[in-house]
């Protein structure tokens, strides 16, 4: 168990409402990430953070931004959501040394 | 343009035979190759990885074969179980530069298990 959770696990919204997903390791990591997984398209980066306060844009990054403001929490947020958004969010961590990543539970979002 | 590449979207096999899960990749930097498991409705679960400077890396019934010249590796699964049907995951990482070891998955293949 890598001590990850995500919440919420599931959620519905409509488009244009705000959302935040929360990842909170337990673990002491300095790197997290948020992934998004589409059918067809594997798992793809959104954005990642490498210490508090020091995140950068993955590859699927329009529309999204985060927050780490501390080491354990880092935060996804949808500034108003679109049904391109509907989809399921990892969250993942990985520490100082070694090439590992280690995935949460994923949430489930799903945008009317 | 993808990066790495699960050219076989499903595959089944019978009960203890060999599961072989192939992955192509088209950036010769990288440095890391990971192969991760997903159930249903779980995350990703990290299976095994290989340094770019190794042929070959056994965990039990997993074994993860490289083959630099042509971009290519594999996962053996030997025997195959019932349990191990799942979604099978390639990644691949660059360490260095601003790339922070991000991870750089391929689609996917679901393996199928049949007792």
């Known amino acids: 168990d890598a001590g990850i959770t995500q919440s919420p696990r599931h959620k519905v919204t409509e488009t244009g409402t705000p959302v935040t997903l929360r990842c909170h390791q337990t673990?002491?990591?300095?790197?997290m990430y948020w992934y998004r997984q589409d059918p067809g398209h594997g798992l793809r980066l959104i954005h990642y953070s490498y210490g508090v306060k020091d995140t950068d844009k993955g590859e699927v990054s329009d529309g999204y931004s985060v927050s780490r403001s501390k080491t354990e929490d880092f935060l996804l947020t949808l500034e108003s959501a679109t049904s391109s958004q509907t989809s399921v969010y990892f969250c993942?961590?990985?520490?100082?040394?070694?090439?590992?990543?280690?995935f949460g539970p994923g949430t489930r979002l799903l945008v009317l | 343009d993808q990066q790495v590449k699960q050219n076989s979207p499903s595959l089944s096999v019978q009960e203890g035979r060999i599961s072989i899960l192939n992955c192509d990749y088209t950036?010769?930097?990288?440095?890391?190759f990971l192969w991760y498991k997903k159930y249903p409705a779980e995350g990703p679960t990290f299976l095994i990885s290989i340094s770019s400077i190794k042929d070959k890396n056994e965990d039990g019934r997993f074994t993860v074969f490289l083959y630099k010249s042509a971009k290519h590796l594999s996962l053996h699964i030997v025997p195959s179980q019932p349990g191990d049907s799942a979604v099978y995951f390639c990644?691949?990482?660059?360490?260095?530069?601003?790339?922070?070891?991000?991870?750089?998955f391929g689609k996917g293949t679901k393996l199928s298990v049949k007792p």
């Open positions: 950036n010769s930097m990288f440095d890391y």
């Open positions: 673990e002491n990591h300095r790197y």
């Open positions: 993942a961590i990985r520490g100082n040394r070694g090439e590992t990543q280690y």
């Open positions: 990644a691949a990482t660059l360490n260095y530069g601003g790339s922070q070891g991000n991870l750089i």
